[in-house]
């Protein structure tokens, strides 16, 4: 079977307002779709992969025994954000790698850039040049918008140093990606230097565009996020424009923490700092208003005095909240009445989650417990059935686990269709330091570790085609592998993607890369 025949109805990295990975409905979006970027792409049967060790690669799986690869683009170590326009263009954010602060004019710039792909091969069609580093994007129909961050220092007329610090945002019409429309960039930039905005979280409906950076008010000495909204009409080719610079309670850590829906802008802050106990706090906003320049609060709802806010989730009108200090809170919020937000429940566990994933009455999470990682299932089925049902952990009892998916949800392998979990972790297995991905099975109320995949690097992502055949890449490797039998999955092909050279040599035409041997600082083998 090929990989063609497989991919329907999966998932490109779409989004809907709750952050979650699938698709927008027609009747929520008007066919519009919100899509983050990601290091990989499906086109039919092709795979690109953005390989921070090579640069762009594309892989052909029209028979998924034997995938191989078809086209390279060398730009290593420029990023990790790819989306695919059109039916033959790739677009990728690439970040200069000399550009910060200490040299804020050195290299050649950040670029979105635009290939071309056909059976001829990978060829660059556009450059567009982009002040700062890249920070997120998101695609929304065929517009794409990206966010840097600017943070340099200069001097004055007077001679004296200043700072110049910011986000920029850049808008590209993808409509046709042969001729693509770069529109005016927009500001958000401070020329005194006093909101450096370390920190930014990006995310869109088909209607807005949200933009969130954190800044610390050394007069208060807290942190706080000031959540600038942009909408969209991809009707007009008109730059984009804020509406409303709203201030939040707290900072605003992920995207995971916004929602945008009917009207109503939902917000989870961290407060802290000037004496204030920590504590999380619940803001619902009205962006339907139009008469002010920030969106009017319409409700609030504090919690979890001094604990850290971990992973939330949106799911309809309910909202989950993890916090974390020394056991772990899983808050289920009634947001039915955005004027009055109300806690519903409270269920006390150890360790945190990181990534929540609603399943109707049910709720999956990763996380951590102990240092190692940790995978929960719980009953959320009505506030009083509130429980956890299972957890499994992932290494070896009393030592050290890590995984992607506690910092980047795209790592998380979640195949509903087929009731499995794919996850990839580093840690002690039987004593033995290894790379793997743990397939564990998702029932209604169990979770089940079956078998492992052991891999000679870091997985990164995983696809499941026709419900037993994994297609799973690392930096280094790509692996196909036969999950007939969870309890003991069967390698059926690998192939080396990028590898290390520690001495070249040259012969007539020809050039040697020779490898030292393991490079593995946990194996001597």
Do not use: C
């Amino acid at each position: 079977v090929s990989a063609d025949e497989s991919n329907e109805g999966q998932n490109r990295g779409f989004v809907n307002a709750d952050g979650a990975a699938m698709e927008m409905s027609p009747e929520a979006s008007g066919d519009v779709t919100v899509e983050e970027s990601d290091i990989w792409k499906w086109r039919g049967s092709s795979l690109y992969f953005f390989n921070s060790y090579r640069g762009l690669q594309v892989f052909d799986f029209n028979d998924l025994s034997s995938p191989r690869q078809v086209a390279s683009l060398r730009m290593p170590a420029v990023g990790e954000q790819m989306y695919l326009a059109g039916d033959e263009h790739v677009v990728l954010l690439a970040n200069d790698p000399n550009y910060g602060w200490y040299h804020p004019s050195g290299g050649a710039g950040s670029e979105i850039v635009l290939v071309h792909h056909n059976a001829e091969g990978l060829a660059v069609t556009g450059r567009f040049p982009v002040e700062g580093s890249f920070v997120e994007s998101r695609l929304v129909g065929d517009r794409l918008y990206a966010v840097s961050r600017i943070w340099e220092s200069y001097q004055d007329e007077e001679q004296l140093w200043r700072t110049r610090t910011g986000l920029k945002i850049h808008t590209l019409d993808l409509s046709d990606p042969t001729s693509p429309v770069r529109l005016k960039t927009l500001d958000l930039l401070s020329e005194d230097g006093t909101s450096y905005w370390y920190h930014a979280v990006v995310t869109a409906t088909p209607d807005h565009l949200f933009i969130a950076p954190s800044f610390y008010d050394s007069t208060q000495r807290r942190w706080f996020s000031e959540l600038h909204t942009i909408p969209i009409d991809l009707t007009r080719l008109e730059p984009p424009e804020v509406t409303h610079s709203t201030g939040l309670q707290g900072r605003l850590n992920d995207k995971f923490k916004l929602r945008s829906a009917d009207g109503v802008v939902t917000t989870i802050t961290q407060v802290a700092g000037n004496g204030l106990e920590t504590h999380t706090s619940v803001e619902t906003f009205d962006l339907r208003n139009s008469l002010t320049d920030r969106m009017p609060k319409l409700g609030e709802v504090t919690l979890a005095p001094g604990e850290t806010v971990r992973a939330t989730r949106f799911d309809g009108d309910r909202l989950y909240v993890v916090t974390f200090r020394q056991i772990d809170p899983l808050f289920m919020i009634d947001l039915t009445d955005p004027r009055r937000p109300r806690v519903e429940a409270e269920l006390e566990i150890p360790g945190w989650s990181t990534y929540l994933e609603p399943l109707g009455d049910r709720l999956l999470s990763v996380g951590v417990e102990d240092r190692r990682v940790a995978i929960s299932l719980f009953d959320v089925s009505s506030p009083k059935a509130l429980s956890m049902l299972k957890r499994v952990y992932l290494g070896d009892e009393d030592r050290y686990s890590w995984t992607e998916a506690n910092y980047n949800e795209k790592a998380v392998g979640w195949f509903p269709d087929d009731g499995v979990l794919v996850l990839p972790f580093s840690g002690y297995v039987d004593g033995t330091y290894q790379p793997q991905m743990q397939v564990i099975d998702v029932g209604a109320d169990t979770l089940v570790k079956r078998g492992s995949i052991d891999l000679e690097f870091s997985g990164r992502r995983s696809k499941l085609f026709d419900g037993d055949t994994l297609v799973a890449v690392t930096g280094r490797e790509l692996r196909v592998v036969d999950l007939a039998d969870r309890d003991a999955p069967e390698a059926r092909a690998k192939l080396e993607i990028a590898w290390p050279a520690d001495q070249v040599v040259a012969f007539g035409e020809h050039l040697a890369q020779f490898e030292n041997g393991s490079y593995h600082w946990w194996r001597t083998d």
